[in-house]
């Protein structure tokens, strides 16, 4: 089966621009987490979604957002961009089911999208 | 929140030699411990996990060893080759949420 699918790939955006980032997850699962990677900061929780509600968020600013649809993909959006936001956005899926289910918070990832902020 | 800490950044091993990485969290919550290896230019990828019910897990050339009492978690990868060269990120997480918190990596070079 197809896995995690992010789009785009690469982006360019300049200070104050903002951005949208796409992920469909592996069919079936329903949690979808975001996560940012830096050099400095290695991997940081973003937010995840399940069932289109936001479950668990990271210590980001309000100026990142997401959203789930019914059909489980998920948006994220930046806004007023900075410098400081240039990393590799990496999706992962999930089954999302609860405790002691066999698969649960396996998490599979998505290529990522790579935005640099000029 | 959770912390969670990896050792060493580096790691310079010759072909066929032992590779242990090792990591200590803060949360005695958490009880899902999952290691991840990404490649450069790539994903990261699910290499092994194990859960706080169990102390030990083995695939193959990989094991993880977990104590929970000292909170400390590693992975020890024998026979090193090559194409085990890759950034190895350890991560912790509450089985009732899908929130990992990564430890900072480790870079694993196998020298031939």
């Known amino acids: 089966k197809a896995g995690v699918t992010q789009t785009p790939r690469y982006l360019i955006k300049t200070r104050g621009q903002q951005v949208t980032l796409s992920c469909s997850p592996i069919?079936?699962?329903?949690?979808v987490s975001w996560y940012q990677q830096t050099p400095g900061q290695g991997l940081q929780f973003l937010f995840e979604?399940?069932?289109?509600?936001?479950?668990n968020k990271g210590n980001f600013p309000g100026r990142f957002s997401g959203r789930q649809f019914s059909n489980s993909r998920s948006e994220m959006n930046v806004s007023t961009l900075e410098l400081g936001d240039s990393a590799l956005y990496l999706c992962?899926?999930?089954?999302?089911?609860?405790?002691?289910?066999?698969?649960?918070?396996?998490?599979?990832f998505g290529a990522g999208s790579r935005l640099t902020v000029l | 929140g959770e912390n969670v800490e990896q050792h060493p950044s580096t790691l310079s091993v010759q072909e066929g030699d032992s590779a242990v990485i090792k990591c200590t969290y803060s949360?005695?919550?958490?009880?899902?411990f999952p290691w991840y290896k990404q490649e450069l230019g790539k994903r990261p990828q699910l290499i092994i996990d194990?859960?706080?019910?169990?102390g030990e897990k083995k695939d193959q050339r990989i094991a993880v060893t977990l104590n929970k009492t000292a909170k400390h978690f590693s992975l020890h990868i024998t026979e090193t080759q090559p194409e085990d060269s890759a950034v190895y990120f350890c991560?912790?997480?509450?089985?009732?949420?899908?929130?990992?918190?990564f430890g900072g990596g480790t870079r694993v070079l196998v020298k031939p």
């Open positions: 992962a899926s999930t089954t999302g089911a609860g405790q002691g289910f066999r698969g649960a918070n396996v998490l599979t």
């Open positions: 069919s079936g699962h329903r949690s």
């Open positions: 979604y399940f069932s289109e509600t936001q479950r």
């Open positions: 949360d005695s919550a958490s009880n899902y």
């Open positions: 194990i859960r706080s019910n169990v």
């Open positions: 991560a912790a997480s509450l089985a009732a949420g899908n929130k990992l918190t």
